[in-house]
C-alpha cells in the first residue's frame, strides 16, 4: 500500500504578513494568481470588498512584497508559486516604488482622535521614506515639508494632500510612477457613523481621497480592500477611473477565501480526508460572483489547528454598524431576521452601494450590509430589478450571529432582555421582562408604599435607571431635568443624532385619580406631551419621529407600559 506524505507545513493562526509565512514554511494557499489578474485588468482604483477574515491584508501584503522595489532581493519568496511560472512576471517583481497603508487601526470615537491617527499613518510612511530627503531629489523647501509632515507638525491640509506628495518625490527618485496600496479603506467610515463625527471626517477623507487617487500623476495604479462599499458620492467624488469589485462580481472570484478544491486538498494533506463532509456542512456556502463554495480562511484555518468543528468567525471582530442598525431596526425586520435564523429565505431588493447619511432611513441597509459582511449568502436574483432571494450563509454563520445577537443584547438574564426590547421598540417584551423583574424582587415591597419609607416613584424610577445605564457609552443619559414646562424623568440622548431618541416618564396608581393602571400609563403620556418635555431634544435638531416617549404605571409588583405610536414606527 502507498503510504501517503502527510503535511508538515505549520499551520499559523492570525499571520498577515507574506514574507513572514513563507519564510517559516507556514501553511499557504497559493493566490498569487491575483497579481497577474489584476495587472492584467489595467483598471487603474480597484476597490475589492470581501467579509471580514477572507485573507485582504495578506493578500495586500503579497501584493506589496511581489511589486516592491525593496523586495527586489527577495525574489525567493515567490519561487515555486504560480505567479513565477511566467518569466514576464518573474522579470516584474520588485521593479516598482510601493505605498502601502492600512487603515485597520482607525477606530476612533471622535473625530480629532481619528485625524490624528491618520496623521500617525502618514508620518509613519514618511519615516520609512526618510532616505528622499538625503537623495538630492528634494530642494531645501520640500525637505522643510518633508520634515513637518514627519514630526506631525504640518497643517491639515498638507495631510490630505500628503500621499500624492511623496508619491512626486518617489516618482521623481525611481523614475517610475507608484503603486498605492490602502487596506480596510472604510474602517474609519463606520467608526465616524458610529460616534457621530461623520460629517468632519468625510470632509477630510474626500480630500484625501481625491488627492491620492484622482488628482495624483505619480500614481501607477491603486488597490484598496474593504468589507463594504460606499458610495462614489461620499468619498470617491468626480473618480471616474474607480473599479469597484464586490461579492457579486465576476473579477477576482477565487482570489479571496478557499474554493472547496482547496480545502478539500488541505484536507487530504493532513491526513483529515475523513472530515469533508462535516466541513462542508458547516463552513461551505460563500459565493463571489458565480463562483460558489467559498470557504471562509480564518475558520478552516482553525480547524486544521485544532480539529474541531467550532464558529471560529464568532471570536473575531464584532460588527459595531450592524449592531447599531439591528438594534433601531423595526419589527418587520426584527421577523424577517427570526426566519433566517429558523434557516429560511427573504426576497430583498438590494443597492450595494451604502450611503451612510442615508443608513437611518434605507431599511434595505441592513441587508446590504450583511450580505457584504458574509452573513448572507444569494439564493437567486432576479435582474434588472436587482431583487435578491437571501439565506444564512452556512452553519457557522447561524451560530456566530446567534452567539453576537447574544451577545450585545443578553449579557445577562433580564437586564439586557429589557435594553433590546426597550431599542426595539417592543413594547409587549417589555412589558414581559419589567413584570417578571419586578415579581423577583417583590420581597422589597409589598404594596404601592415602599417599607422603608421611600416615595415608591423613586424605587421604580431607580429601578428602570440601573437598566439602562448600560447604554451610556451610546446615550447621555439624564434624570429629572427641566425640559419644556416641567421636569421629565429619564431622557436619553444619543450619542450619534441620526439615533432614535427616548423620554420615560414613570407613574404610581393611584385610585383616587385612575381607575385602572391602563389610566395611569395614559396619565404618563399625555403629561410627556402637556410638559412638552420633547423639546429640549428638538431644540438639539432632533425630529419628531426620531423622539420615542414611553410611560412606565406602577403598582406593587405589576407594571404596565404604553409608548406614543406616533413617535416611533416601529409599534
Not at 485573507?55 to 519568496?77: A, H, N, V
Request: aromatic letters at 14%; hydrophobic letters at 35%.
Amino acid at each position: 500500500m502507498e503510504k501517503k506524505i502527510l503535511d508538515t507545513r505549520v499551520v499559523a493562526i492570525g499571520k498577515q504578513n507574506f514574507e513572514d509565512m513563507i519564510s517559516h514554511n507556514n501553511f499557504y494557499i497559493d493566490k498569487t494568481h491575483f497579481i497577474r489578474e489584476w495587472w492584467e485588468n489595467e483598471d487603474s482604483v480597484t476597490l475589492i470588498t470581501r467579509p471580514r477574515r477572507f485573507g485582504k491584508t495578506l493578500l495586500m501584503s503579497m501584493t506589496e512584497q511581489f511589486f516592491s522595489i525593496e523586495y527586489k532581493e527577495k525574489s525567493y519568496l515567490f519561487e515555486g508559486l504560480d505567479i513565477f511560472r511566467e518569466d514576464a512576471y518573474r522579470k516584474l517583481q520588485g521593479t516598482y516604488p510601493v505605498i502601502f497603508l492600512s487603515f485597520a487601526s482607525v477606530k476612533e470615537t471622535h473625530f480629532q482622535g481619528f485625524y490624528r491617527r491618520i496623521q500617525s499613518l502618514i508620518s509613519e510612511v514618511y519615516r520609512k521614506n526618510s532616505y528622499l530627503t538625503e537623495s538630492g531629489y528634494l530642494d531645501e523647501v520640500e525637505k522643510k515639508q518633508f520634515m513637518r509632515i514627519r514630526s506631525k507638525e504640518a497643517e491639515q491640509e498638507d495631510y490630505s494632500e500628503a500621499i500624492r506628495t511623496l508619491c512626486g518625490y518617489l516618482s521623481r527618485f525611481y523614475g517610475k510612477k507608484v503603486i498605492i496600496l490602502l487596506d480596510e479603506y472604510d474602517t474609519p467610515m463606520q467608526e465616524a457613523y458610529l460616534h457621530g463625527y461623520w460629517d468632519g471626517m468625510i470632509a477630510f477623507i474626500r480630500n484625501l481621497f481625491n488627492a491620492t487617487f484622482k488628482t495624483n500623476p505619480y500614481m501607477e495604479r491603486a488597490l484598496l480592500t474593504g468589507i463594504t462599499r460606499i458610495s462614489r458620492e461620499s468619498i470617491f467624488s468626480d473618480l471616474n477611473n474607480l473599479k469597484v469589485v464586490t461579492t457579486t462580481t465576476e473579477k477576482y472570484m477565487d482570489s479571496f477565501g478557499f474554493t472547496e478544491e482547496e480545502v478539500f486538498n488541505a484536507l487530504d494533506s493532513m491526513g483529515l480526508g475523513e472530515r469533508k463532509e462535516e466541513v462542508r456542512q458547516w463552513y461551505d456556502g460563500f459565493t463571489f460572483g458565480s463562483l460558489k463554495d467559498i470557504y471562509n480562511p480564518w475558520s478552516i484555518l482553525n480547524f486544521l489547528d485544532e480539529k474541531k468543528l467550532l464558529p471560529y468567525w464568532a471570536n473575531t471582530s464584532s460588527n459595531g454598524l450592524l449592531s447599531r442598525l439591528l438594534q433601531s431596526a423595526n419589527k418587520e425586520t426584527k421577523q424577517k431576521l427570526e426566519k433566517l435564523l429558523k434557516g429560511g429565505t427573504i426576497t430583498e431588493s438590494l443597492d450595494e452601494q451604502l450611503v451612510f447619511d442615508q443608513l437611518d432611513e434605507n431599511v434595505d441597509a441592513i441587508w446590504s450590509l450583511m450580505l457584504a459582511g458574509g452573513y448572507l449568502k444569494v439564493e437567486s436574483v432576479k435582474l434588472p430589478e436587482s431583487v435578491y432571494t437571501l439565506s444564512l450563509t452556512n452553519r457557522e454563520v447561524l451560530q456566530t450571529l446567534k452567539k453576537t445577537i447574544r451577545g450585545w443584547f443578553r449579557k445577562s438574564d433580564h437586564y439586557n432582555e429589557f435594553l433590546s426590547a426597550l431599542l426595539f421598540c417592543d413594547i409587549e417584551a417589555m412589558n414581559a421582562y419589567l413584570n417578571r423583574v419586578l415579581l423577583q424582587i417583590a420581597s422589597f415591597f409589598d404594596s404601592s408604599k415602599n417599607p422603608s419609607g421611600t416615595e415608591p416613584e423613586r424605587f421604580y424610577h431607580g429601578l428602570v435607571l440601573g437598566l439602562v445605564a448600560e447604554l451610556e457609552d451610546r446615550y447621555r443619559i439624564r434624570s429629572n431635568r427641566e425640559s419644556g414646562f416641567g421636569r421629565y424623568d429619564v431622557m436619553m440622548e444619543p450619542v450619534n443624532e441620526k439615533d432614535r431618541a427616548y423620554i420615560l416618564e414613570f407613574k404610581v396608581f393611584n385610585p383616587s385619580k385612575e381607575k385602572t393602571l391602563e389610566e395611569s400609563a395614559d396619565a404618563g403620556l399625555k403629561q410627556i406631551d402637556e410638559k412638552r418635555y420633547r423639546e429640549e431634544l428638538l431644540a438639539k435638531g432632533f425630529q419628531e419621529e426620531q423622539i420615542q416617549c414611553y410611560a412606565f404605571a406602577f403598582e406593587g409588583k405589576k407594571v404596565l407600559i404604553k409608548g406614543k405610536e406616533r413617535c416611533c414606527g416601529c409599534l
